[in-house]
């Protein structure tokens, strides 16, 4: 067996791509949402989350607008995290909630979906 003179190097490889092909989020998002989820991830922490719950909310208003109980809880959680996120006060929240509510009406609109009696809740 001839001897190696140098040192190999310990990790994988520069620029593998293998986590991101196969990794956790793979199996969860299409490859459109990939892709999504890739260009919004240029940052780390909460924002990886806050980022993927966004391209899902979006899935979900694509491919089922009926589904308003699941659109309404990933929206309260994506609330939470942005308000975990940039640690926004209480008095803050309403003015928080009003803003979701604004970005998913600017979502909703453009695919013909109609959400306005659920984020008056």
């Given at each position: 067996m001839p001897e190696s003179t140098g040192?190999?190097?310990r990790g994988v490889p520069r620029g593998n791509q293998n986590a991101?092909?196969?990794g956790y989020y793979s199996r969860v998002l299409d490859e459109a949402e990939q892709l999504d989820?890739?260009?919004a991830t240029r940052v780390?922490?909460?924002d990886d989350e806050i980022a993927l719950l966004r391209t899902k909310i979006i899935s979900v208003l694509r491919h089922?607008?009926?589904r308003m109980d699941?659109?309404?809880q990933a929206t309260n959680t994506l609330a939470r995290l942005v308000?975990?996120?940039y640690n926004i006060s209480k008095e803050d929240k309403k003015s928080l909630k009003e803003a979701v509510g604004n970005v998913l009406r600017d979502i909703a609109l453009p695919l013909g979906i109609s959400i306005g009696s659920f984020i008056d809740k």
């Open positions: 040192k190999r190097k991101r092909k196969h989820f890739e260009l780390e922490g909460l089922s607008p009926e699941l659109i309404m308000r975990t996120r």
